[in-house]
């Protein structure tokens, strides 16, 4: 079953065609990969699925619903989080407080005016911020100052948030740019794990092709706003348009 | 008890201790020495103290938490002090009714205001907030006279309706028959010391305000406003709200003033619309930004380093410089005092812009930020005396 299905999306900015009639299904429980040259659209995409942008025309159903038209947050209460190509984190809280804003929002919904109850007595949120960030393996840093980290740590952090929302879709943008290799391997690894563990779909843009092959089951090639191919991992790789405008590139 | 840690619990029973003994700690010079015009501890200036005190400590939850820097506060000041004049008027002399209806009041006409000026953010909302103070100041001078009486500012009258007072009410303010202005008087050696009952009221209910403030900072909702401050898309893909938590913590603060505006007039049962004026609404962000925004007791100590410097600096004029400087032969005497004359008496102004440049420019953080960088010292000097490790517990 699709559980997310864009139709037709067109986007222009000025003179530039962005996203040229992008047709994607996303299969549940998949990992599903979005791979292009730089400047293919890519995360513009990303910003049509969570309403950050609205398309010229088109339609992104998800679980039978439509996004168009939603705000933001009420599109992640759907289910769908997005991490970004740039991490946005809370600079200016801790590292468990970044942690625990995702669970309140889980918890209260978009809106709750909890003013009076201290944040000490929160156990269970207090609790699920803990272990999302030991599966991190940042429980070392909890009460560093977000904005103090180092970018991959930040990106981690971002990926922790969430993760710890339980979304049904996540949306990951170059989820492992700046980060040292062991770092990307974990990367890699929490994901896989998280996906075993439970029902989860996952649409990843990457350029690094190991995290790629690793851990996606369907590959779509977008270039200049239009998908070229979409295809099994092993298909892709021997696939001639695909060298040609974008795996030819990146090994050259 | 009061469901705290431990270290928020120590600064509200200093507050409380404080506000208890101002009228001994602010009277430190006998009454008759050369010092004595720098005592703050009569009940006029205390009252002030406290009530700008809780205007700042309400403003900081909007500024301090969220970054949203209104200029319109005093609006909601002067609203409330309106309101609580009507009450006088249309019930009786006591406060109670009055204090109640001026928060309720001022937290409607903050909904509205916050409801329009939040849909901008950054510089934008500030003009916003500004602009629309500046039309409801303008306005009850204009349109609104019936409600505001103008110039002449809204007072009591013996001919208003006055429903609720009987044969022998009191005909000034008071709390269930205990007057505003009655106070005690004790005289030790040369010193004297006034206890009012205005001024103790408005302690407790500063006191109060100021625990309300601890809770709501410690609170969920207050790291959802301190989030708002710090990346509102995050919020927003988040799956949270952003607008109704500003709006929330703009009608809190809407309220604090309101409360102010309400204590104010009780304490002396007159509003004017000048309460409302920007330069009124500049005041209590610089008490906010002086004393270190975010910070739970900085607004405070904003609010009085102001009311102190208001009080006292100007009342410092010429003949007063005369007789500081006497001893000075007199040429240099007169060069000396032609300096300092345009820093003292009405150029308080001109002191105070250069302190708050000083502070804003070398402590970020206020006074606060100030007074913790002291404690640390002294607290390293002592480590290294008694060749102890230092202690390593972040001051906040
Ligand atoms: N808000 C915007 N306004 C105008 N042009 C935009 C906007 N957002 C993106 N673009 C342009 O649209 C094109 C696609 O950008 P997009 O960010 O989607 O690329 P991408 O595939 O994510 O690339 P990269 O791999 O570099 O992240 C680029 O040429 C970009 O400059
Ligand atoms: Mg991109």
Redesign the pocket.
């Known amino acids: 079953m699709n559980i997310l299905e864009v139709k037709n999306i067109n986007?222009r900015?000025?003179g530039?065609q962005?996203?040229d009639n992008v047709n994607l299904n996303v299969v549940e429980n998949t990992v599903h990969a979005i791979i292009?040259?730089?400047?293919?659209?890519?995360?513009?995409?990303?910003?049509v699925l969570v309403g950050k942008?609205i398309p010229d025309t088109g339609s992104v159903m998800f679980d039978g619903q439509s996004v168009l038209g939603r705000a933001p947050y009420e599109i992640n209460q759907m289910g769908i989080s997005r991490v970004f190509?740039t991490p946005e984190i809370f600079g200016d809280l801790s590292v468990l407080e970044n942690m625990m804003i995702p669970c309140f929002a889980k918890r209260d919904g978009s809106f709750e005016l909890n003013a009076m109850p201290p944040i000490s007595g929160q156990k269970d949120i207090i609790e699920r911020a803990e272990h999302m960030l030991e599966d991190m393996n940042m429980a070392d840093k909890r009460h560093m100052h977000a904005a103090a980290m180092s970018r991959g740590d930040k990106r981690r952090l971002e990926i922790g948030m969430c993760l710890s929302q339980e979304p049904r879709l996540l949306l990951l943008?170059?989820p492992t740019a700046g980060m040292a290799r062991a770092d990307t391997n974990n990367t890699i690894d929490l994901l896989k794990q998280i996906k075993e563990e439970r029902d989860i779909t996952i649409a990843i843009?990457e350029?690094d092709m190991h995290v790629v092959f690793s851990l996606a089951e369907r590959i779509t090639v977008?270039a200049q706003?239009t998908p070229l191919v979409e295809d099994t991992p092993e298909n892709i790789k021997g696939h001639p348009k695909v060298r040609e405008a974008y795996l030819g590139e990146t090994a050259v | 008890m009061f469901n705290m840690e431990k270290r928020d619990k120590k600064l509200l029973i200093i507050i409380a201790v404080l506000a208890l003994l101002a009228p001994f700690a602010l009277n430190p010079f006998p009454t008759d020495s050369a010092m004595a015009q720098f005592n703050a501890g009569y009940p006029d200036l205390m009252q002030r103290f406290v009530i700008f005190g809780i205007f700042a400590i309400g403003f900081n939850i909007l500024f301090g938490l969220t970054g949203y820097l209104s200029f319109g506060h005093a609006a909601f000041l002067g609203v409330g002090s309106y309101s609580a004049v009507w009450m006088f008027k249309l019930l009786s002399m006591n406060v109670v009714p009055a204090i109640f209806l001026s928060v309720i009041v001022a937290g409607l006409f903050s909904l509205v205001v916050g409801y329009i000026s939040l849909r901008r953010s950054g510089i934008y909302f500030s003009i916003l907030t500004l602009a629309l103070a500046e039309m409801s100041f303008r306005l009850a001078y204009s349109v609104l006279t019936p409600i505001t009486n103008g110039e002449t500012g809204l007072q009591v009258y013996t001919n208003d309706p006055q429903i609720l007072m009987g044969p022998d009410s009191p005909t000034v303010t008071h709390l269930f028959g205990l007057e505003m202005r009655s106070s005690y008087t004790l005289d030790i050696a040369g010193w004297s010391f006034d206890f009012a009952v205005g001024y103790y009221l408005s302690a407790i209910i500063m006191v109060a305000a100021f625990y309300l403030s601890i809770r709501i900072f410690r609170s969920p909702f207050g790291l959802m406003l301190r989030a708002v401050k710090s990346n509102q898309q995050r919020m927003n893909y988040t799956g949270l709200n952003t607008r109704p938590y500003a709006l929330a913590a703009f009608v809190i603060s809407g309220m604090y003033a309101g409360l102010a505006g309400g204590l104010l007039a009780s304490m002396d049962p007159l509003a004017g619309a000048e309460r409302m004026q920007w330069t009124a609404s500049g005041e209590v962000v610089l008490m906010t930004i002086l004393g270190g925004a975010g910070t739970l007791i900085g607004p405070i100590v904003g609010a009085g380093f102001i009311k102190y410097f208001e009080n006292i600096f100007s009342k410092i004029n010429n003949s007063v410089l005369h007789e500081w400087f006497g001893f000075l032969p007199d040429g240099l005497e007169n060069g000396v005092i032609w300096v300092l004359e345009h820093f003292v008496g009405s150029g308080w102004h001109l002191t105070l812009g250069l302190l708050f440049m000083l502070i804003v420019t070398f402590l970020p953080g206020g006074l606060v930020e100030g007074g913790q960088r002291i404690a640390k010292r002294l607290r390293r000097k002592g480590a290294d005396d008694d060749d102890a490790p230092g202690n390593k517990t972040p001051a906040e």
């Open positions: 986007k900015f000025g530039l962005a996203l292009g040259p730089n400047g293919a659209g890519k995360s513009t995409l990303l910003n942008l190509q943008d170059e843009i350029h977008l706003g």
